[in-house]
């Protein structure tokens, strides 16, 4: 069964961190480009960091410098490691795959 189960979120305060973590199963995962997006509430879902099979990283702006994205994979799994997070951070965050989306995590930030 193909499939990606995102773990990890949760509630945080200002300042805090989290890591998420995105299992993938069913597919050849070292093959995969891997990914997180993110959407709040009344806003479209946006990318937030990718990373190729080879390694190669992607960041949009308001992710450089705090968030992390790596991959294992021997173990199937991507990660978002987010420091410093803001109240703005606060949404559903969902992995991806090529063609491919886990069913959302929600991150919560407290000012």
């Known amino acids: 069964q193909v499939q990606l189960v995102e773990s990890g979120g949760g509630l945080v305060q200002t300042g805090g961190s989290l890591r998420l973590s995105c299992a993938a199963s069913g597919i050849r995962f070292s093959l995969y480009a891997m990914g997180w997006y993110r959407q709040a509430p009344g806003k479209q879902r946006e990318l937030v960091a990718s990373?190729?099979?080879?390694?190669?990283?992607n960041y949009v702006d308001f992710a450089k410098g705090r968030f992390t994205i790596s991959r294992d994979n021997a173990k199937k799994t991507v990660y978002l490691q987010m420091n410093s997070l803001k109240p703005e951070d606060t949404a559903v965050y969902y992995c991806w795959a090529t063609g491919l989306w886990g069913q959302g995590i929600q991150v919560t930030v407290s000012s």
């Open positions: 990373i190729s099979s080879g390694g190669i990283i």
